[in-house]
């Protein structure tokens, strides 16, 4: 069994919809929790930061994290055609960034 | 947020030569870099942890005398994939860690393409 699970799609969806895109693991231990977009070609940015438990917003973006379930999510609102990129999900025990990596989702916005 | 700058963004070398990716932090002084390795559909493999000043740690099953990583200055961090065969080409991601601040300190490269031919 893999540490963090990510299905890797593709997810496909029309303009404007909810997008919610998930990943479980099996560590207890993790604190940190990350999502990155990575576009074809390109290296990840990172889109949302958040540690422990809890909701965080930025924008259209809102990263949610279920400690007790070990399950995180990362929902974005309105999505748009820019929005279509490979999203990972990764997180860590400590700040010292030695990243787990989920698969990656790649996420289809529809025009 | 930081810029991480990495070059060449793609590269084309004979089997059997040796290529070398840069990887700079712009306006940060970076203490630590990483190393990654991506395959198409595939999620980031960390190959190796950099730190200013001192040798690489190779993860499990990554070549050390392959992939040749130095990390010289705050700033600049090399990869070396030494005499180079087909099966060496991938994407490779480099990281800089930004020590100062607190919260979103790891920021990426955009990726090098290496082919083989």
């Known amino acids: 069994q893999k540490e963090v699970e990510q299905d890797p799609g593709p997810l496909s969806v029309p303009e404007g919809a909810i997008v919610s895109l998930n990943c479980t693991y099996s560590?207890?231990?993790?604190?940190?929790f990350m999502w990155y977009r990575q576009y074809s070609r390109k290296g990840p940015e990172l889109l949302m930061y958040?540690?422990s438990s809890g909701n965080k917003e930025d924008g259209r973006f809102t990263a949610q994290v279920d400690k007790s379930s070990k399950y995180i999510s990362l929902f974005i609102r309105d999505s748009q055609p820019s929005d279509s990129a490979t999203y990972l999900c990764?997180?860590?025990?400590?700040?010292?960034?030695?990243?787990?990596w989920g698969a990656g989702t790649k996420l289809i916005i529809k025009p | 947020g930081a810029v991480v700058s990495q070059h060449p963004s793609w590269v084309i070398c004979k089997s059997g030569t040796s290529v070398k990716i840069e990887c700079r932090s712009l306006?940060?002084?970076?203490?630590?870099m990483f190393w990654y390795r991506q395959f198409p559909k595939q999620s980031l493999m960390l190959m190796a942890t950099?730190?200013?000043?001192?040798?690489?740690?190779?993860e499990q099953g990554v070549e050390k005398d392959k992939f040749l990583i130095n990390h010289a200055s705050l700033t600049l961090s090399t990869l070396t994939v030494t005499s180079a065969h087909p099966e060496d080409s991938s994407f490779y991601i480099c990281?800089?860690?930004?020590?100062?601040?607190?919260?979103?300190?790891?920021?990426f490269g955009s990726g090098t393409q290496l082919s083989v031919l």
């Open positions: 990281s800089a860690r930004d020590p100062v601040g607190a919260g979103e300190k790891l920021f």
């Open positions: 306006d940060f002084q970076a203490t630590t």
């Open positions: 950099s730190n200013e000043g001192s040798k690489a740690t190779y």
């Open positions: 560590n207890s231990a993790f604190q940190y």
């Open positions: 958040t540690y």
């Open positions: 990764a997180m860590t025990l400590d700040s010292n960034y030695q990243l787990i």
